[in-house]
């Protein structure tokens, strides 16, 4: 089994930042996807940015220029620099991996989600 935790979650006023994380851990072959999703209240989930093994990126159009997503292969860790929030980025954010458990063998998991909530 894999396991995502995240943390980084919190109340911030408009126009302010913040770092989400998530590691993953458990039986764990390669990691070749990493990604953050959204979901605000009444909404569905939404992507905001992935991040391959090799680091390639790919991010929804409302956050480029403001979220930037890396990782740490080392860690098994992704993380999400959220800068110049708005109240729309109000969501609960959820961790997402792609996990290749033993070569070949890809599974998807969800983290339990961190509270984003950015004040007017």
């Known amino acids: 089994q894999v396991q995502l935790v995240e943390s980084g979650g919190g109340l911030v006023q408009a126009g302010g930042s913040l770092r989400l994380s998530c590691a993953a851990s458990?039986?764990?072959?390669?990691?070749?996807?990493m990604g953050w999703y959204r979901q605000a209240p009444g909404k569905q989930r939404v992507l905001v940015a992935t991040i391959t093994n090799r680091g390639t990126t790919a991010s929804a159009d409302a956050m480029k220029g403001r979220f930037t997503i890396s990782r740490d292969n080392v860690k098994n860790t992704v993380y999400l620099q959220m800068n110049s929030l708005k109240p729309d980025d109000t969501a609960v954010y959820y961790c997402?991996?792609?996990?290749?458990?033993?070569?070949?063998?890809?599974?998807?998991?969800w983290g339990q989600g961190t509270q984003v909530t950015v004040s007017s």
């Open positions: 997402n991996a792609i996990v290749e458990r033993t070569l070949g063998q890809n599974y998807n998991y």
């Open positions: 458990g039986s764990i072959f390669r990691i070749n996807v």
